[in-house]
């Protein structure tokens, strides 16, 4: 760990650049998740559907959750985000009978490939019956040779509000789950639920029953509280230190401020491009200003640096041991990335697509439905 942090904002225009440059010097450790092209050491070679490509180490394998529409509308969910380039969109997709064969066949194609299952989409939670049986197709790979190195769920939690939350949270511990990555981005709730907007009836936008299920699912994982930085939510010092508070009082382990990712000209200028524009707390100052404030950041240490393949944080540590991330991403870097030609994301989508990428219908490494493999 770092000396305690004393900081003097970069006086430079380019805030994050300098800030970046400032962290790289000062954080005893940095991680970098993104191999260099030339490193050899750093790709698993991959054959599938009859071509060979490199694997980007680390690959996470997402089996995108879309067998309901979200429990919650929050009008900067980037699942409604839509590129230029067009084709269904994995949110509109719902698995049907065939579903879990298709799985099953995807990663019988990477049996021996190092591994993390990371499981996002939709909500995970939103249908139990789909997620139990998803985590027994997962347990049953890694027991027929797919190599798992980590194993996280990211969740709005609004299944462990139901009757059958407890079920799932022991079924996640069967399965080893490593951490839940949960969002909640405001500690006010009637806050949080102008922000998420969960639908009627869902239990978990009472903020006493999240409160509840965060304590719950803290006796059980590691939880990484996610709160999205913006307008109408946590955009100042004061409402990161009150944030940190809620979180803290509540048994949660880690506080990621994340920034909205930075969008590209592939985006067509929907409801959802706009909404994120408009209502951007970029991070790099907010950091900034957290650190420069003491009432806020007495105490923290650097732990480390991430820069990883389209996105960088920063990891610091309170007084008292609360982890505390600092998060912002890039998708031009990572449009850019997945065009390398090297592969660096696995998704599975319910049209029976094992995809390079988070668009069905591109980047498809592997097509369960059909008999012929595919090409490009
Ligand atoms: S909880 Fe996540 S998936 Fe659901 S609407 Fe909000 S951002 Fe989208």
């Known amino acids: 760990m770092d000396a305690f942090v004393s900081f003097h904002p970069p006086a430079t225009a380019s805030h994050e650049a300098a800030l970046l440059d400032t962290l790289r010097a000062r954080a005893p450790r940095i991680v970098h ?20 490509w490199r694997l980007a180490r680390p690959t996470t394998f997402t089996p995108y959750a879309s067998s309901r529409p979200c429990s919650a509308r929050c009008a900067f969910c980037s699942e409604n985000l839509r590129t230029e380039r067009g084709g269904v969109p994995a949110a509109r ?9 298709g799985l099953g066949r995807a990663l019988a194609a990477l049996r021996g490939v190092p591994l993390s299952w990371s499981l996002s989409g939709l909500e995970n ?5 789909w997620l139990l049986r998803l985590l027994d197709t ?25 009757a059958q939350g407890a079920v799932l949270r022991d079924a996640l511990l069967r399965f080893g789950l490593g951490w839940i990555e949960l969002s909640r981005h405001h500690h006010d709730g009637a806050t949080n639920q102008a922000l998420m907007r969960f639908r009627a009836g869902e239990p978990i936008a009472v903020q006493a029953v999240f409160e509840r299920v965060l304590a719950t699912l803290a006796g059980a994982f590691p939880v990484r509280l996610v709160c999205l930085l913006q307008q109408g939510g946590v ?17 949660a382990g880690t506080v990621i401020f994340r920034e909205f990712s930075q969008l590209d000209d592939s985006y067509r200028d929907n409801a959802t491009a706009r909404h994120l524009q408009a209502a951007r707390v970029p991070m790099a100052p907010l950091l900034q200003a957290c650190l420069a404030d003491t009432p806020t950041s007495a105490g923290w240490l650097i732990e480390s640096l991430t820069e990883g393949y389209y996105f960088w944080n920063l990891r610091l540590r309170t007084g008292d041991g609360l982890q505390v991330v600092f998060e ?20 599975y989508f319910a049209n029976g697509e094992l995809c390079a990428g988070w668009e069905p219908g591109h980047e498809v490494l592997l097509d369960t439905r059909s008999p012929e493999p595919a090409h490009g």
């Open 235 to 251: 955009r100042t010092p004061h409402d990161v230190a009150a944030y940190l508070a809620w979180a803290r009082a509540h048994g």
């Open 138 to 162: 997962l347990r049953a790979a890694e027991r027929d040779g797919v190599v798992i190195e980590d194993r996280v769920l990211y969740s709005n939690g609004a299944g462990f509000a139901h």
């Open 33 to 52: 998740r993104a191999p260099e092209a030339g490193d050899d050491a750093r790709f698993h070679p991959l054959l599938i559907g009859g071509r060979s």
């Open 93 to 101: 997709l719902r698995p049907d009978g065939g579903y879990f064969a």
């Open 125 to 129: 939670t939103d249908d139990p019956a």
């Open 328 to 347: 912002r991403s890039d998708y031009a870097a990572m449009h850019r990335r997945h065009a390398s030609g090297d592969v660096y994301k696995l998704v």
